[in-house]
């Protein structure tokens, strides 16, 4: 089992940074990949980065040059820098981690999710 906690929401300008942490806990040694997603009020819920445990990333376009994601496996903690923040940026955020579980001898894909935080872009 994989649980996960966030924290670094909040509220800031237009043009400010944040920084999201995501702390996974359980058994963080079967996590393959991690990844940010999105959902602003009235829309789907959308991908704005992934990480591989070898550290392979990809980015929505719409952040590409301004988040990055980074993640440290022995720990199980993955992190979201983002800067020069924009208004479309405000949602909450989630956390998500793919990982191996086992049952009756058999391995199988598993997803677990944070609770969400919400950024807001203001001025």
């Known amino acids: 089992q994989v649980q996960l906690v966030e924290s670094g929401g909040g509220l800031v300008q237009p043009g400010g940074s944040l920084r999201l942490s995501c702390a996974a806990s359980?058994?963080?040694?079967?996590?393959?990949?991690m990844g940010w997603y999105r959902q602003a009020p009235g829309k789907q819920r959308e991908l704005v980065a992934t990480?591989?445990?070898?550290?392979?990333?990809n980015y929505a376009d719409s952040v590409k040059g301004r988040f990055t994601i980074s993640r440290d496996n022995t720990k199980g903690t993955m992190f979201l820098q983002m800067n020069t923040l924009k208004p479309e940026d405000t949602a909450v955020y989630y956390c998500n981690a793919d990982y191996r579980a086992s049952s009756s001898g058999y391995v199988y894909p598993r997803s677990s999710w944070g609770q969400g935080t919400q950024v807001t872009v203001s001025s």
């Open positions: 990480i591989t445990s070898g550290g392979s990333t």
């Open positions: 359980g058994s963080i040694s079967s996590i393959y990949a």
